[in-house]
Nanobody, 124 residues
Framework: HVQLVESGGGSVKAGGSLRLSCTDP????????MNWFRQAAGKQREWVAT???????SYADSVKGRFTVSQVNDMTTVYLQMNDLKPEDTAMYYC???????????????????WGQGTQVTVS
């Protein structure tokens, strides 16, 4: 059963653009953050961007000013708009969604983490 569906990857020339999409139908129930990570061949996975339920956004320095993360109104889909792509952006891009963990006293964004299968981005 596929819980996260990613799309939008492909091959582009340097300076081009792509928009990645990640859909999590269950996010509306108790989701708190959607995240993008990437992993280049032979390298460690790195964090790229996050959008939270309060609409705050964070970006890795390597993509700041070029990438924009956004979320649709129903909160089920997150987009990663990637502009001015560079060869060093070549990687498998993964969506990760976080669920709220609630207690009697408080809640935190430390519940279930769901990972997508990834979508390949190649920049030449």
């Amino acid at each position: 059963h596929v819980q996260l569906v990613e799309s939008g990857g492909g091959s582009v020339k340097a300076g081009g653009s792509l928009r990645l999409s990640c859909t999590d139908p269950g996010f509306t129930s108790n989701g708190c953050a959607m995240n993008w990570f990437r992993q280049a061949a032979g390298k460690q996975r790195e964090w790229v961007a996050t959008i939270r339920s309060d609409a705050s956004r964070s970006y890795a320095d390597s993509v700041k000013g070029r990438f924009t993360v956004s979320q649709v109104n129903d909160m089920t889909t997150v987009y990663l708009q990637m502009n001015d792509l560079k060869p060093e952006d070549t990687a498998m891009y993964y969506c990760k969604t976080d669920r709220v963990q609630r207690t009697f006293q408080h809640s935190s964004c430390r519940g279930r983490r769901i990972w997508g299968q990834g979508t390949q981005v190649t920049v030449s």
